[in-house]
C-alpha cells in the first residue's frame, strides 16, 4: 500500500542500503523509497566530499568527472563547496545550490579543506527527460536525444542565499521556488519553506512530497497519526495518503520540499495569485483551495472537522 512507504527518518540516520556509505555521508532516501524516482544523500563531516556511495545514489565527489545517467541537485546547508563546469569555478556556502545537468564535466570538492565541516544535501534524479521531435524547438527542461554537454550547461544554474528561480508570478520568500519543474523536465521541484500557518489536510494523487527540515519543529499529520519532524530529520509523504502539515515551533519551521515528479510551484503559484480568496483570517478555506488545486493533482479535505 502507499502509506506503507511514508517514513519519518532521524538526523544522522540512514536508509537501509546495499552499500554502506562513507563516514560522513547518510542516505535520506534510495531508489527503493522513491519508487525509483530519485536518490537523497546527506554528506556531514570533514575533509573531502566522498566520491561515491553506490552505483545508484548518484553521489559525487572531487574525482568525479560527469554522468550521463542524472541530473544533480546540490543545496549546501553550511559549509564551502566548490563546483567546477566547462573551466568556471563556482564558490556554494550555506543556502546556496545548483542544478548539474547530466552529461555535464565537472568536480565537486571541499573548498574548506581537510579539518573544514561540510553539510550538504544530493538530489540525483535518474528519470529520462524527455525528447522533443525532430524540428520542433527545445523547450525549457526539454532535450533532443542526442543533446551533448554544450546543452547540459545551459542548463546549469547556480542559486545565492535567498535566491528563487523566476516565475510565472512574484511569490513571497517565505516560498523560495529553488528548482521548478521546467528547470527539471517534470521529474522533480524543489523549494524552501517557511512553515509559518497550518496547511489542511490533502492529498497529492501523483506526486510524492518530501520534507527536511532545517530549523524549527514541523508537525505532520499523516494518515490520522500526529509526527514532529525537528531539525535535521527527513519525511517522505507517498502520493495517494492525505496528510496535513502545520508549524511547531516559534519561530516558524523552515523546511526543504521536494516534489516528485515536479509541479508543487505551480500549485503555491496559484494559490498566492487567488490568495484573498484561499485565505481568510490566517485560515486556508479548503473549498476555495480546491477551486484552484485540483487541476495539478492536489485535493484538500473539505470537511472542517478534519482540516
Given at each position: 500500500?502507499?502509506?506503507?512507504r511514508?517514513?519519518?527518518l ?19 532516501a ?17 575533509g573531502?566530499i ?11 565527489g ?5 554522468s550521463?545517467?542524472f ?6 546547508v553550511?559549509?564551502?563547496l ?8 563556482h564558490?556554494?556556502?550555506?543556502g ?7 552529461g555535464?564535466t565537472?568536480?565537486?570538492h ?8 561540510v553539510h550538504?544535501?544530493?538530489l540525483?534524479?535518474?528519470g ?6 525532430e524540428?520542433a ?6 532535450s533532443h ?10 542548463r546549469?544554474?547556480?542559486l545565492p ?5 523566476p516565475g510565472r508570478?512574484?511569490?513571497p ?7 521548478r519543474?521546467?528547470d527539471?523536465?517534470?521529474l ?5 519553506v517557511t512553515?509559518?500557518?497550518?496547511i489542511?489536510?490533502?492529498t ?6 518530501c520534507i527536511?527540515?532545517?530549523?524549527g519543529?514541523?508537525?505532520?499529520d499523516?494518515d ?15 502520493h ?7 508549524p511547531g515551533?516559534n519561530?516558524?519551521p523552515r523546511?526543504?520540499?521536494?516534489s516528485?515528479p515536479g509541479g508543487?510551484?505551480c ?5 498566492i ?5 484561499v485565505?481568510r483570517g490566517?485560515r486556508f ?6 477551486r484552484h488545486?485540483?487541476?495539478y493533482?492536489v485535493?484538500?479535505?473539505?470537511d472542517?472537522a478534519n482540516?
Open positions: 500500500m502507499s502509506k506503507d511514508f517514513f519519518l532521524d538526523a544522522g540516520a540512514s536508509r537501509p542500503n546495499s552499500d554502506s556509505p562513507p563516514p560522513g555521508t547518510t542516505v535520506k534510495g531508489p527503493r523509497d522513491t519508487e525509483g524516482r530519485f536518490v537523497l544523500v546527506e554528506t556531514r563531516g570533514e573531502d566522498p566520491a561515491q556511495v553506490t552505483g545508484t545514489t548518484g553521489v559525487f572531487e574525482c568525479d568527472t560527469s550521463d545517467a541530473d544533480a541537485f546540490v543545496y549546501v553550511d559549509g564551502d566548490g563546483i567546477d563546469v566547462a573551466g568556471r569555478a564558490r556554494l556556502t550555506g546556496m545550490c545548483a542544478l548539474i545537468p547530466r555535464v565537472r568536480t565537486v571541499n573548498l574548506g579543506g581537510v579539518g573544514s565541516a550538504v544535501l544530493r540525483s534524479v535518474v529520462e527527460l524527455p525528447a522533443v521531435e524540428g524547438p527545445v523547450g525549457e527542461g526539454a536525444p542526442e543533446a551533448g554537454e554544450a546543452e547540459g550547461r545551459g546549469f544554474f547556480v542565499r535567498g535566491g528563487a528561480r508570478i512574484a511569490v520568500p517565505a516560498f523560495g521556488v529553488k528548482a519543474t521546467a527539471t523536465a517534470g522533480f521541484s524543489f523549494l524552501e512553515v509559518a500557518q497550518p489542511p489536510r490533502h497529492h494523487h501523483v506526486a510524492d512530497e527536511y527540515v532545517l530549523d519543529e514541523l508537525r505532520i499523516f490520522g497519526r500526529l509526527h514532529t519532524a525537528r531539525q535535521g530529520q527527513f519525511a517522505l509523504l507517498p495517494g495518503v492525505p496528510h496535513a502539515i502545520r515551533s519561530p516558524p523546511v526543504l520540499q521536494i516528485s508543487w510551484e500549485v503555491v503559484e496559484t494559490l495569485e487567488h490568495r484573498t480568496e485565505s490566517g478555506d479548503p473549498a476555495a483551495l480546491n488545486a485540483r487541476r493533482g485535493t484538500y479535505e473539505e472542517p482540516g
